[in-house]
């Protein structure tokens, strides 16, 4: 929780987000992923200052629950001051154990946003879902709270002017639009409407952005001209040195096979890696979320 503090920027987590992404999608399935819809409703997590604490975390609290599809239990949360924002007991269950930060007690509309993070701590605990380390696992669990339609309430927490920040979870404000931006995409959402904070937008904006990136790269046929001319210029090289990276920092790389030369790419929904032939027009699927990608390789 960076509170007053200086707020990272950028996307430098992003790697990291990408793979959450791909983990999700291994983990759940495409279709349970996809049964994460609609994202949690603005309504449901809303908290005025004039709402009782314990009653209101408590139906903010279940309305999370229901979003990631966990058993409706008992949920126990307390106050108290501590370094974090939250803290989680990740026990068999089927109760939930939370514990808020004393600060939301005057800080009652960022109360959603804490939960959503602590909840789907407990959510990737009974999928046996993690990476190593925490720094990794703090990533996948603010990925997954946004991929599952919760972490709109993260992005929103963000506040930032000239005297004064705050910003709950370990990803960068434009990466929080970034992994947004790609649930977007799949579910046909439209989560600016939601924003509450000047900030978040333009984080999500930024975001937005960069994940468009994605979709638009060689060898899809929605890359731009200029991305289409250095993808024919590498392929040349390519094929007259085979093994050899035109540019290492491309983003796609080409394999020299027995059966002909490949082009292997990540996908722009799921971010698994896949290869192609390069023979012209190709219709590719992913093999993991099933998106369907027109080629010009």
């Not at 239990?73 to 109760?95: K, Q």
């Not at 005057?106 to 993070?117: E, K, N």
């Not at 963000?158 to 977007?184: C, H, I, N």
Request: some cysteine; aromatic content about 8%.
């Amino acid at each position: 929780m960076a509170n007053g503090g200086e707020v990272v920027h950028g996307f430098p987590h992003l790697d990291t987000a990408r793979a959450a992404i791909t983990a999700l999608y291994r983990r759940l399935t495409p279709d349970g992923v996809r049964s994460y819809t609609p994202s949690v409703a603005p309504a449901d997590v809303a908290f005025a200052d004039a709402d009782d604490l314990h009653l209101g975390t408590q139906r903010v609290a279940r309305a999370l629950v229901r979003q990631l599809r966990l058993p409706d239990a008992r949920i126990i949360v307390s106050f108290r001051e501590m370094r974090h924002a939250a803290n989680v007991e990740l026990t068999a269950g089927p109760e939930y154990f939370i514990e808020l930060n004393d600060r939301f007690r005057s800080h009652r509309r960022d109360i959603g946003a804490a939960l959503a993070h602590e909840i789907t701590h407990v959510l990737l605990h009974r999928l046996d879902l993690a990476f190593p380390g925490t720094p990794a696992n703090e990533i996948l669990t603010d990925t997954a709270t946004t991929y599952l339609g919760a972490g709109w309430l993260l992005l929103d927490a963000y506040r930032e002017d000239r005297d004064s920040s705050q910003k709950l979870g370990y990803l960068t404000p434009e990466e929080f639009g970034y992994v947004l931006a790609k649930r977007a995409a799949v579910f046909g959402e439209d989560p600016r409407v939601w924003f509450t904070s000047p900030q978040a937008y333009e984080a999500y904006t930024r975001g937005s952005a960069r994940a468009l990136r994605d979709e638009r790269q060689p060898p899809l046929t929605t890359a731009g001209r200029l991305g289409r001319h250095r993808y024919v210029k590498e392929r040349r090289y390519a094929l007259d040195h085979p093994g050899v990276l035109a540019d290492p920092a491309a983003p796609y790389v080409f394999e020299a096979l027995r059966d002909g030369p490949r082009v292997a790419f990540a996908c722009p929904t799921c971010h698994q890696r896949i290869r192609v032939p390069v023979r012209g027009r190709v219709r590719a699927r992913c093999g993991l979320c099933r998106t369907v990608l027109e080629c010009d390789t």
